[in-house]
Structures are given as C-alpha cells and as structure tokens.
C-alpha cells in the first residue's frame, strides 16, 4: 500500500498494518480477520480462530484481527463488504479466502493445503512490492481530478520502480493537471530514450502539448466571443477547442472539433482530426468517454 498522499489516520493505518500483518507473513501465513465490536457472528468465530491459530503456530500460522470500525481504510483496502471477512495472507497479498471455513475441521483443511505449498518459515530475500494495485490507486486519485496527491502516489512508485513507464507517465500526467508544467517538462526530459517511445510516456508527452496551449482567461472569453460572432471562422473555433482541452473541458472541445471536422473534413491538412486524436490520447483510448466520442467522429466521416 503506497502511503504518498493519503492522510495522516490514513497513513498511521498502513503503517500499523504493516507490521502488525505485513511483515510477521514475510515467513509465517497470518489469518487476517475482519471484525467489529457489534457483529454477532464475528464473536462466535473469534474463538474458532483463535484456536485453530493456536494449534497451528508451530507450524508458522498466526492471527492478525481488523476492527472494521477503527480502521476503514484498511478495510476499503481489501474491499471488505461484509463481516465477518477472513483472509489467509502470505508475503503481504491474500492467498485464499476463509470467510466460508466457520468450523475447526474447515479452517484447519484449507490451512494444510496451503502449508503443503507455500514455503512458510523458510525466509529468504523479501519480494518486491506489486506495484499493479498502487499504479490503479494513482489512476484512481487522477480521475478524480486530485493532481496534488496522485502525483504524491506516482513519485513513490517511480521511486519504487524507475524504470517502469506508467509509474513514470502517470506522474507526469499527475503533475500537469496539478499545474506545475515546468515540474512535467523536468520530469519528461528526464526519462531514458528507451523507454520514451512507451505509450505511456507518449501519452503523458502529449498530455503536456496540448497543457501548453492554456490561455488565461480572458482570452478564453475572447475566444468564446469571436466563434459567436463567426461561427464558420474554423481557426477561432479551433484556438478555442485547444483552449478548452488545456483548461480540461474535453467534452466543449470535443464538440468544436467535430464541428469543424463535419463542415471540413480537409480543413488545414485534417488539424481538427489530429488533435481530437491527440485528445483521445491522452484520455485513455480503454475510457468510454473515448468511445463515445470516437463513435461520433465515425459517423461523421463514414455516415
């Protein structure tokens, strides 16, 4: 769990996690059981597993317990819908799910099975640290529009890992919608020419190009005016659309483009296509918003 932005209950939250469960299931399996003081049937399993945790601790089993209440962070972490919820966790990341098991003989059956195959007490060299969930976290907070924390959340998983290209991208991105450009621009000419040509650094690239064009605004205004007064004037409804994606109004400049693009398909060597394109980039070509958008432009130039 990445710890950069989160708040400071947030933060003291992972950190208790951390060791209470984390580090003890490097070399032990630990039975993460979430409860809380008013769940009835979670009292009645609290002493099934403390038993079953018991008869199995020379065998490398410990039981680590999660008061839902106290820490819903943590919970939220591991999408807990309903209590009680009973994790078996080996090296940090949950290796099956107890919740079912409510008896000793089935608690006791799935934790043979899975001491036949996991190398419990046997050390060894610390994995590293998936970065798969923390990548999504990052995305999650940056679609949210919070460009101050998610880049908080990249730069620890660029840190993490500094050769990966969507730790590295996603921090752009983070940093431009923040509204720290010069901080973006550092941080693209930075990266390896291996690993530039990677379609998240070359999204991020053109997430700063088309971060350039963002005026103030009263020439926003201007803008607005001058498309009003001649709605046929494409390099003023253009200069707008560019305006508005700077601004992030992808939905005002979306329509713009196609404005132009349905008047003239042609129109300055296909300009309005390519930067609709460069939007679509940018977005996230998986985001359905781009989908919808594309369906729009595609029924313009094949309908």
Not at 94 to 123: C, F, M, N, W, Y
Not at 168 to 188: C, F, N, T, Y
Not at 249 to 256: E, K, L
Request: proline share 5%; net charge negative; aromatic share 4%.
């Amino acid at each position: 769990m990445a710890t950069a932005g989160l708040t400071v209950d947030e933060q003291k939250a992972v950190e208790e996690f951390q060791q209470a469960v984390v580090a003890p299931s490097m070399n032990k399996l630990v039975i993460l059981d979430f409860w809380a003081e008013w769940c009835g049937p979670c009292k009645a399993l609290t002493p099934v597993l403390e038993k079953v945790a018991a008869s199995y601790a020379d065998k490398g089993v410990m039981l680590a317990k999660v008061n839902v209440d106290e820490n819903k962070f943590i919970a939220s972490q591991f999408q807990v819908q309903s209590i009680p919820t009973v994790y078996a966790i080996f090296q940090g990341k949950p290796v099956a799910d107890l919740t079912s098991a409510r008896t000793e003989s089935q608690l006791g059956q799935i934790l043979d099975q899975l001491l036949e195959k996991l190398p419990i007490g046997q050390g060894g060299e610390e994995p590293k640290q998936d970065i798969v969930p923390l990548l999504a976290m990052g995305e999650d907070v940056l679609g949210q529009g919070d460009g101050e924390r998610a880049a908080g959340i990249f730069a620890q998983i660029a840190d993490m890992a500094p050769d990966n290209a969507e730790a590295v991208g996603g921090l752009i991105r983070a940093l431009i919608l923040a509204d720290h450009l010069p901080e973006a621009e550092a941080a693209l000419a930075d990266i390896p020419e291996a690993m530039a040509s990677d379609p998240a650094i070359e999204r991020a690239s053109s997430a700063l190009a088309l971060a350039k064009d963002k005026p103030d605004d009263s020439e926003t205004e201007a803008l607005v005016a001058a498309v009003s007064a001649n709605p046929k004037d494409h390099q003023v409804r253009f200069d707008l659309a560019s305006a508005m994606i700077a601004s992030g109004d992808h939905d005002g400049a979306a329509d713009h483009l196609l404005t132009i693009i349905e008047a003239d398909k042609e129109w300055n060597d296909g300009v309005a296509r390519a930067k609709l394109l460069s939007l679509f980039e940018v977005v996230g070509l998986e985001d359905e918003w781009v989908s919808a958008t594309r369906r729009k432009l595609s029924a313009i130039l094949f309908g």
